[in-house]
Antibody, heavy 122, light 108 residues
Framework: EVHLLESGGGLVQPGGSLRLSCTAS????????MNWVRQAPGKGLAWVST????????YYADSVKGRFTISRDNSRNTLYLQMNSLRVDDTAVYYC???????????????WGQGTLVTVSS | SSELTQDPTVSVALGQTVRITCQGD??????ASWYQQKAGQAPVFVMY???NRPSGIPDRFSGSTSGDTASLTISGAQAEDEADYYC???????????FGGGTRLTVL
């Protein structure tokens, strides 16, 4: 059974930094691209970033490019999101989400974690 | 445009059929995926491609695409189908994902 467990969320001041982690189990982690998707309170889903299975290729939404960095440690089955220069509008639940293939060729997400809440406020 | 447009709210009587639509230029090139999100829960993958259901999704869910519009149809809606539904596809470059604004389905 696929399981994705996010951690690292919390309250941070504007301009601050936070690192999210997602520990995966139930599948061969290194064989699949991974994503971060966020959801602001009361709002819809918004894609944040994608990383291929080997970690050599990454993609970012324009709203976070240059501030957020996605990475992975396949030896630890863990996905990360380093978030710098945080803004109030980054406040959201951040979901770790599994792609259906190594390169994310299909563009689908087949499993989601339960999410971790990031609140950016002074 | 890379945007995906969904009706904000849709309602259906118990046991009836409902279609949830998603419109966007890039749907002429890329298929949509669909996700169901119940209150307070993480999204669940319910449809992909032209009409493909992930394992465990009831066969009352079906999908289709015509031109720039993708549709998710629930035939014989159940009370447990009440949720927010999001379509998702890719931008013109193919590497960035795009979500629709979501449709809140109410089962009366």
């Amino acid at each position: 059974e696929v399981h994705l467990l996010e951690s690292g969320g919390g309250l941070v001041q504007p301009g601050g930094s936070l690192r999210l982690s997602c520990t995966a189990s139930g599948f061969t982690f290194s064989s699949y691209a991974m994503n971060w998707v966020r959801q602001a309170p009361g709002k819809g889903l918004a894609w944040v970033s994608t990383i291929t299975g080997g970690g050599d290729t990454t993609y970012y939404a324009d709203s976070v490019k240059g501030r957020f960095t996605i990475s992975r440690d396949n030896s630890r089955n863990t996905l990360y999101l380093q978030m710098n220069s945080l803004r109030v509008d980054d406040t959201a639940v951040y979901y770790c989400a599994k792609a259906t293939d190594y390169y994310d060729s299909s563009g689908h997400i087949d499993f989601w974690g339960q999410g971790t809440l990031v609140t950016v406020s002074s | 445009s890379s945007e995906l447009t969904q009706d904000p709210t849709v309602s259906v009587a118990l046991g009836q059929t409902v279609r949830i639509t998603c419109q966007g230029d890039n749907l002429r090139r890329f298929y949509a995926s669909w996700y169901q999100q119940k209150a307070g829960q993480a999204p669940v993958f319910v449809m992909y491609g032209q009409n493909n259901r992930p394992s465990g999704i009831p066969d009352r869910f079906s999908g289709s695409t015509s031109g720039d519009t993708a549709s998710l149809t629930i035939s014989g809606a159940q009370a447990e189908d009440e949720a927010d539904y999001y379509c998702q596809s890719r931008d013109s470059g193919g590497n960035h994902k795009v979500f629709g604004g979501g449709t809140r389905l109410t089962v009366l």
